[in-house]
């Protein structure tokens, strides 16, 4: 089973959430294993940003039987779960039980590529709950600092100056609007 991923970052992914809202829906993020928690972060910040009322767990599954646990007491809307200790067997757990993790909200597995490979491969009823809400992380702050030096190489090129020139000129207010 494949499943086609979109790179998305974690302000396109909390509108998406919310556009969830009401029903059960279930998102996979996949992210750089060192991040899932700085992501996870980002995205309930994100979240909290555009619906203050909304009820956000974040949770780290470092095993299947205590996220099944621990699940059976959350009342929030929406649950990020940080996932990426998964094994194969949890997963594999996980796809046996899944009518535990069957609930009202959207709940969102923050994993790696690798451990969504492992996912997709041993738990294909969970996989088939994901259908097409698997994204991966993109790091807004490379896309801006792109967008940022194509912008400077266009005034450069329309203004004939150098980039500094071009800075210094848009920091003073000198460049026409």
Request: aromatic share 6%; charged share 25%; with cysteine.
């Amino acid at each position: 089973m494949n499943a086609l991923v979109t790179s998305i970052g974690t302000g396109d992914l909390a509108l998406r959430i919310l556009a969830s809202y009401g029903t059960a829906a279930y998102f996979a993020y996949l992210v750089q294993p060192v991040a899932a928690r700085e992501v996870s972060e980002d995205l309930g910040a994100e979240l909290r940003a555009l619906d203050e009322r909304l009820g956000i767990k974040v949770i780290t599954a470092a095993r299947a039987s205590r996220l099944l646990d621990d699940l059976k007491s959350i009342t929030e809307e929406v649950v990020l779960i940080e996932a990426t200790e998964c094994t194969e067997e949890d997963w594999k757990q996980l796809d046996r039980q899944r009518s535990t993790l069957g609930r009202g909200g959207v709940m969102v597995f923050i994993t790696t590529s690798s451990g969504f490979d492992v996912l997709m491969r041993v738990a294909p009823n969970l996989a088939s709950w994901l259908g097409a809400y698997v994204f991966s992380h993109e790091d807004e702050t490379a896309r801006l600092a792109g967008h940022r030096r194509q912008r400077l190489a266009s005034l450069q090129k329309w203004s004939g100056r150098s980039d500094a020139e071009v800075i210094g000129a848009a920091e003073g207010g000198r460049l026409p609007r």
